[in-house]
């Protein structure tokens, strides 16, 4: 399955406290794969390269994991 991952550039209002403080609350919140694919063709790459520092260990451990798979697929789409 081929999900959408977005292309638009992170830009200042993206990366200030509060959004993302917004982002690590939605990735904190992920319990599935596709939430994880929901929250990556929505948000810029690097706004969630930098919640995902402040997400607790064990949701990053679970983020790393659903992002290998969806890369992965991405792969052999």
């Given at each position: 399955?081929?999900?959408?991952?977005?292309?638009?550039?992170?830009?200042?209002?993206w990366?200030?406290?509060?959004?993302?403080?917004?982002?690590?609350?939605?990735?904190?919140?992920?319990?599935?794969?596709?939430m994880?694919?929901?929250?990556?063709?929505?948000?810029?790459?690097?706004?969630?390269?930098?919640?995902?520092?402040?997400?607790?260990?064990?949701?990053?451990?679970?983020?790393?994991?659903?992002?290998?798979?969806?890369?992965?697929?991405?792969?052999?789409?």
């Amino acid at each position: 399955m081929k999900y959408h991952i977005c292309e638009e550039e992170a830009t200042r209002e993206w990366l200030t406290l509060e959004s993302i403080d917004y982002i690590v609350e939605c990735l904190e919140a992920c319990q599935t794969l596709e939430m994880v694919a929901d929250l990556r063709a929505i948000f810029p790459r690097a706004a969630l390269r930098s919640a995902s520092i402040k997400v607790s260990e064990a949701q990053r451990q679970r983020l790393v994991d659903w992002l290998q798979v969806l890369n992965q697929e991405e792969k052999a789409a």
